[in-house]
């Protein structure tokens, strides 16, 4: 059973138009959410977090916004730029009491951004 | 330049045979983790490691053995009782063993199965 899902596998998007991933999870118990990008043949990279105290967390052109109620988060990159191709993994820790070996990821969304 | 290494970055593996892939970091990081990734799949944690000598199973840790001598290392050991190894396999450090801490990630080892 999922505890982290992103519905989407695949987004396209026009260069400078706004990327909006999803994520939604099943664990009340999540309270903190982080957002990797992966390149292929490489590492994910850390992009953004956000507590659950929050609902908004704002980087450049980055931005997570969480909503605790219907247990999902989304990111949202504007202006999408080429480079922000790539795929990107939702995941959630806390749910096991703070155990940051159980770092629960998603499935990821490959980010399309065309020029 | 800190980071975490990870070697080689592509490797066969014949059948019955144990491969080791490894893993060395210098961010002075007190946590290790290993995950694997399979196409289309999320990352799973195969093993994590809180302080040297010390390891825990994580979520698919059947056929796989590790070993924490070193503070900068943490190398995954794929034994012949996994049988299906093919995956790409990706080393992972934090500072410390608590919440919000970030993991920082090597660049990855492809194994395949001739």
Redesign the interface.
């Known amino acids: 059973d999922q505890q982290?899902k992103q519905n989407s596998?695949s987004l396209s998007v026009q260069e400078g138009r706004i990327s909006i991933l999803n994520c939604d999870y099943t664990n009340s118990m999540f309270?903190?959410f982080?957002w990797?990008k992966k390149y292929p043949?490489?590492?994910?990279?850390?992009l953004i977090?956000i507590?659950s105290i929050k609902d908004k967390n704002e980087d450049g052109r980055f931005t997570v916004f969480l909503n605790k109620s219907a247990k999902h988060l989304s990111l949202h990159i504007v202006p999408s730029q080429p480079g922000d191709s790539a795929v990107y993994?939702c995941a959630a820790?806390?749910g096991y009491g703070?155990?940051?070996?159980?770092?629960i990821?998603?499935?990821?969304t490959k980010l399309s951004v065309k020029p | 330049d800190g980071g975490i290494t990870q070697s080689p970055k592509y490797l066969f593996r014949k059948e019955g045979q144990n491969v080791t892939l490894s893993c060395e970091q210098n961010l002075n990081h007190d946590a290790m983790y290993w995950y694997r990734q399979d196409p289309g799949q999320g990352l799973r944690l195969i093993y994590y490691s809180q302080i040297v000598n010390d390891f825990q199973k994580g979520d698919i840790a059947e056929g796989y053995s590790v070993s924490r001598e070193k503070k900068e290392s943490f190398p995954l050991t794929v034994t012949s009782a996994q049988k299906n190894p093919t995956a790409f396999y990706l080393c992972a450090s934090s500072i410390g063993w608590t919440d919000n801490e970030k993991l920082f990630f090597g660049s990855g080892t492809q194994l395949s199965v001739l």
């Open positions: 982290v596998p309270d903190y982080l990797y043949a490489e590492g994910p990279t850390f977090s507590s993994f820790s806390g703070g155990s940051q070996g159980n770092l990821f998603g499935k990821g």
